[in-house]
């Protein structure tokens, strides 16, 4: 692929903005996440304007995290309108296999086809119908063991699907990249994967998915590699993180990539 | 007007409890704020409660960032109660223009007569019935562009109407005064504009609204000022806004305040 | 009671999961203290699966500080559903007093037997129906003058009842503990006691209640008095915080902690 700096520099020159139907955890550092990078987030989520809302919207985040059945409406509605649009949209199953309620919710959004599906091992292992089961929100799979679930996923959903964790393995289904940027200090915060989802967004309006969320996927690691070799525990981690991604430059991107064919 | 630092030390003096009733973003940075500046706050949202709440109240705020149908019922409702009871409320029409569920809240919650509508500079010029459509809830207007509308806007309701930018503007219809405190970082992090509502309702309990909302705008603006020299970009920016905000004495605001007559 | 270390160590041990139906100011912060204490927590709170995702906690907390209807129904289900399944919930009556729709949701809160009862004095006067009205969420009473009603209002019930404060009374109606560890900066910032709460729950999973909440107290209290040693305001408290409640170590607990019998 193209120099890995180059899809943040699309990125910030366009400064998207993205719509994102996020869980009430992630809202705040989800939206200074979205600024620092170079995006303009807007967190418009009620069923009531949703799908009008789209109309502005160059790409939308859909996550699962604390939905009850109005946002689970505006979710499906949302993810639609995108559709319709053509235009980009990231779909997180925080938490399925935890209960009926999610397991109905993500089957209707993995059917309304988002661009990308981003979860943990363990959430992406349950959507591909092979999970032993979750342990609330938290992932007890290793990503090397969702890699052919992934995949599998992949080409039978025409999706973008990836599992996050220590290496990342992002697959359209056929290609298959592993990227292995960041740090442990970033599970050590709530919602990184979910702010994550709002970078992912922005690197895809107009750039090709699998590639853009390989870069996604790289910078967000190396803000958190960075932020990781200042902050004294994960209180001061999470300021140095916003502080880095809004410092890194195309370049440091380019430089600091760590993306490998799988 | 009066030296501006005294409305900060008559609003510490006070502590005033502001209810506030605001989008999911800005709820805990918004608090913070409130604390760090020397008021009270309480998030009492629901419209099980909303206007029962109002009557312990020295200020209101709301904000329709993320509302849906019910929390705009409990505005619409808190915003009466208010008035009832003789106190003052702010009004933030975050994104008017954007959906016509947007649109019909703020007719309705303007129609109820707040104390200070506060929003960027396209919002002001949308709610004057002069805009030319918003990006989600960015500005893309200057205040330069927004100010004759503002004055008319004020002139026509009677309520005090603020266009905050780079200069903020702060007119009653009749006089008007420009506020040059702030720095660009403010922009950088998210509810910057939402929590500063929760300043200006604390500096309006008792005090000349006008000469209130400028003192609220020239302390808030000159803790921005306080915080960028010291951080290293915008997450690291955030705590130090905060520390800035409690650390400000009426004397640092007397004289680091920047308002001229308009 | 045990050196006060053990009760940390053992919890980090489990690592336990806490399921939070808590406030939609306190949900960031409160996940963040949970993760950096050793703990794994959830946040769902939706009564479409707020039952069945009980199924997985180790431990509750419930708090109705921006409750509505829907979110107050979560609240009596999770809680009659942990009790069903004989594990550790923690109720935080958050501004009781000020509205009856409060009120009405405490009574059933209390009703359904939580493990612990958590507030400011003034919320713990007013559940032990010796209230002289809150002023909104704020304590107007010391923790001195609420211990007899804690003691009573523990004896009646049979739960743990803990008033905090500058020193924080435990008891459980017949013997009774003072925890003096804390700052005067918690109260400075926010959702310092909600998120307590969080803490709490995750300490008294097979544990000892009232010792385990001590333990818990003294634990988050001296993460306190660390950060505001290293502090320049509620700010930067904050991320401070957070970290030392990641570095303090049993040892440090045993060390630091200041409980005794009262």
């Known amino acids: 692929m193209e120099d890995t700096g180059h899809y943040l520099q699309r990125m910030r020159a366009r400064a998207p903005l993205v719509q994102n139907i996020t869980n009430n955890v992630a809202m705040n550092m989800m ?25 502005l919207a160059d790409a939308l985040t859909v996550n699962i995290g604390t939905a009850d059945s109005l946002k689970a409406m505006s979710m499906r509605l949302a993810g639609a309108a995108m559709n319709g649009h053509g235009r980009p949209w990231v779909f997180d199953p925080v938490g399925v296999g ?59 959903t025409g ?31 709530t919602v990184s994967g979910c702010s994550l989802n709002g970078v992912i967004a922005a690197f895809l309006v107009e750039q090709p998915p699998l590639e853009a969320t390989a870069a996604a996927l ?15 525990g994960p209180g001061t981690f999470q300021p140095a993180f916003l502080d880095a991604l809004y410092a890194l430059t195309p370049e440091d991107v380019t430089q600091g990539a760590r993306i490998e064919a799988a």
């Not at 939206?31 to 109309?55: H, K, L, R, Y």
Request: with cysteine; aromatic share 4%.
């Open 31 to 55: 939206a200074n996440v979205q600024i620092a990078a170079g995006a303009s987030p807007a967190m418009a989520d009620a069923a009531e304007e949703v799908v009008e809302f789209t109309a």
């Open 98 to 156: 935890a209960t009926q309620f999610r397991n109905d919710l993500c089957r209707d959004l993995l059917a309304l086809c988002p661009t990308v599906v981003r979860g943990n091992a363990s959430e992406i292992l349950t959507l591909a119908g092979r999970g032993k089961g979750a342990r609330g929100v938290d992932a007890v799979d290793s990503v090397a063991s969702a890699e052919a679930a992934a995949r599998e996923l992949a080409g039978r």
């Open 159 to 189: 999706h973008i699907v990836v599992a996050t964790g220590p290496v990342d393995y992002v697959t359209d289904g056929t290609r298959a990249l592993w990227v292995a940027n960041g740090d442990p200090m970033m599970a050590k915060i």
């Open 218 to 232: 790289a910078y967000y690691g190396l803000a958190g590699e960075r932020a990781a070799a200042v902050c004294a």
